[in-house]
């Protein structure tokens, strides 16, 4: 297939990715259609059409093959877009919605304005490896996790209760809590959970060792208490430039700390946040944040206002905290990282507190 049409026109190809197979439409100069098909969701597949086809624009959907396909694809000498999938309704919500139809789709969003595909800008081979490393990680805690809470389970269906400890810990306690009769039971699955625990301490010690040796900017963000290797090295590897925002607080609608809109009139509801980007990171940052404003956070202007968002009371109030000190603190790991300045915990106040009334506010309020 040959896009040469006399003009000197480049070709807008629309690629619909699929797990197996895909779909694709052709477009000229002029929007006519001069090709389509299907080809395997492999490098060769992509290579035998690709290859053969002169610098095109070729749109793609954010998706699992979309970051391979798109650095084979400009490797070969063609502009690669790839289009935010959750932004694009005229595709999504198609009443005539096929592989082909959004193929062609792709394509004619691709000649009438690219800001109509919100593209999305793809990482680095190395970035994607060294995030697989945080995904493999929380992948066994998860899996840890829902082993944990199956043991308990158990136990509390037989009429034992055990003690809170951690889940590194869980494998060494549990059979002091319960009857020697159920150890068999409990047995091979605490072997399953100490075995997850040595392989997440492997993980953790190579998270350690790429913040120290690769990713030396991680130091600027562990400053602040709360934020460990894990946020630090997720925060870093997900913004990857953090000069690409024009202002800082644009950091928290990318990671979907922001609340939705649908403002119509007079009407503007109260709604909930978009969740929009990186889940693992926007977890991480509420996790940061949930320790920030509890019982063993330190003082800071981030606690604080924390806090007072607390005291305001209500149902909600605590969840509403956590969201902003979170959203604040994305916006915060940010300017650290782009200043390198040192961290003053309590740079906007004046006035000391007293810290065990704020501990007992939490308590009693959260």
Not at 107 to 116: H, I, P, S, T
Not at 175 to 191: A, G, K, M, Q, S
Not at 244 to 268: I, N
Request: charged residues 25%; proline residues 3%.
């Amino acid at each position: 297939m040959s896009n040469d049409n006399g003009k000197g026109e480049r070709w807008t190809i629309g690629v619909d990715l699929g797990d197996k197979d895909c779909s694709y439409c052709a477009l000229d100069g002029t929007g006519a259609v001069v090709g389509q098909g299907r080809l395997r969701t492999t490098q060769a597949g992509f290579r035998s059409l690709f290859e053969n086809i002169e610098s095109a624009k070729v749109v793609v959907e954010t998706g699992t093959h979309s970051s391979w396909v798109a650095e084979l694809l400009s490797s070969l000498g063609h502009e690669v877009l790839v289009a935010d999938a959750r932004k694009i309704e005229l595709i999504s919500r198609n009443a005539r919605k096929s592989d082909r139809r959004d193929a062609e789709l792709l394509a004619r969003l691709g000649r009438v304005d690219l800001e109509l595909l919100h593209p999305v800008k793809q990482r680095s081979t190395q970035v994607r490896r060294d995030l697989s490393i945080l995904r493999s990680r929380a992948a066994l805690v998860a899996t840890r996790t829902k082993l944990v809470n199956h043991v308990r389970g158990v136990a509390k269906f037989s009429g034992h209760r055990m003690r809170s400890c951690s889940a590194r810990s869980f494998h060494k306690r549990v059979l002091d809590d319960v009857p020697v009769e159920l150890h068999p039971i409990f047995v091979p699955v605490l072997d399953v959970i100490e075995h997850l625990t040595e392989k997440i301490k492997v993980y953790e010690e190579q998270i350690e060792t790429l913040c120290t040796t690769d990713y030396p900017q991680t130091a600027m963000l562990r400053q602040v208490n709360g934020v460990g290797p894990l946020t630090a090295l997720c925060f870093v590897l997900t913004i990857e430039q953090p000069g690409r925002f024009k202002k800082g607080r644009d950091v928290g609608a990318y990671l979907g700390l922001v609340p939705r809109r649908d403002q119509s009139g007079g009407s503007d509801p109260e709604l909930r946040i978009t969740k929009a980007g990186d889940q693992m990171l926007r977890t991480l940052l509420v996790q940061g944040a949930h320790y920030i404003i509890g019982p063993f956070g330190k003082d800071s202007d981030l606690r604080r206002f924390g806090l007072s968002l607390v005291k305001r009371g209500g149902q909600t109030a605590k969840k509403k905290a956590v969201v902003a000190v979170a959203r604040k603190l994305a916006v915060l790991l940010r300017a650290l990282w782009i200043t390198g300045e040192v961290y003053e915990p309590l740079r906007n106040q004046h006035e000391p507190v007293d810290t065990a009334t704020e501990v007992r506010s939490t308590t009693l309020e959260a």
